[in-house]
């Protein structure tokens, strides 16, 4: 016996779908739409990023009642301290297009009315101390892009601070197949800047995607790569995302964490090599900074240190010689260190901090390499200056 009444939803459903599947095509090509549900339409769709061929970049966002929207980025191009408007256009859609955006990886938020929020049609984000970040990565430079090559892994770890008597994280990468080895391996600890957190050089950084790249190219050496938490306590400086601002004192006793408990805990839980020649540490802006700290007050411990758009910051620099005079001067402690290397961006505002640094350290014997590339106090630069770091490490 006929049915007549199930034909007729099959019709209907066979015709929601190809107007679905329609929205979605218009979707993936960044197309505005409006796709249908049960119920109703929902409203406009859009897609937010997109990234052209040509390297420009649209970004979207449906506000209906908005009067002004605005992108919020120091990475991006642009001046941060300039608004970047967006446009409203049809389907109450605003929209800004960047255009030949460097190949590379981006944060941003967008500015609503005063009110900043994470891109809500784009699910990568980037954690910093205090806020979230939408996360934008445009292809085209090969050594940070996701290739087809075994990939390491990256875990977050949770240990308990006796040094703040209080559970603290960290990201820890382990290199490809650490999971079903049995070898040990050197470990390079790796910190980030003023306002960020140890999400940040997996995030924004691509750090793994670099050590993949790397160690798939036999450029760098398989390693373990910990990413600790350089804040101790909220971060009350205003400051650019990455650092620019003068730590908070909380952010300072970091060290006590690192020696006390972060060390510690990987070398017990882990399968690290413990020598001297196995050991890295570097960081960027307060990373840098804190790498100095710790480094110096346990010389002997590392064999390579790393000084990204940094140095003794915040400091009288005559004072802390006159300090550590003893340290500097310790000919026996040199011995065993392999490299000291500072990089920093010509147009970044710690270039004089960093030369300062580098040459108070030559003055007293260090081998120092200083590096001053192009830019500013950005993640393109200090994603390039990990790539360049790291070959170097455990050789």
Known sequence: MKRPGLIVVSIAAMAISMTAAAAIAQERAGQPTTRPRFG?????????????????VTLRILAPRAEAVRLNSSDLPGDPRQPRAFTKGENNVWELTLGQVNAGTYRYTINVDGVSVVDPRNPAISESNGNVWSV???????????????????????????????????????????????????VFYLLHGAGDCDDSWSSVGRANFILDNLIAAGKAKPMIVVMP???????????????GGRPNLAASSFEQDFVKDIRPYVEKHYRALTERQNRAIAGLSMGGMQTLNIALANIKDYAYIGVF?????????????KENAARLDDA??????????????????????????????????FNVVFKESSGGHTWINWQQYLNEFAPMLFR
Do not use: C
């Not at 430079?141 to 390491?152: E, R």
């Not at 938490?229 to 990455?242: K, L, N």
């Not at 065993?336 to 960093?354: E, H, P, R, Y």
């Open 40 to 56: 109703g339409a929902r409203g406009p769709m859009v897609v937010s990023p997109e990234v052209k061929a040509d390297r420009q």
């Open 136 to 186: 934008l990565h445009v292809p085209g430079a090969d050594f940070m892009d996701t290739k087809d090559v075994p990939h390491g892994a990256v875990a977050t770890v949770h240990y308990s601070s006796s040094a703040f008597g209080k559970m603290r994280r960290m990201h820890i990468y382990t290199p490809p197949g650490y999971e079903i080895g049995q070898e040990r391996h050197p």
């Open 229 to 243: 938490a350089g804040h101790t306590g909220p971060f009350t400086f205003g400051a650019p995302p990455g650092g």
């Open 309 to 321: 758009s940094s140095g003794l910051l915040f400091r009288n620099m005559a004072d802390w010689e």
């Open 332 to 365: 026996s402690a040199k011995e065993g260190l392999k490299l000291v290397w500072f990089a920093t961006g010509a147009q970044d505002f710690l270039i004089n901090q960093s030369r300062q640094s580098a040459d108070l350290l030559k003055k007293h014997g």
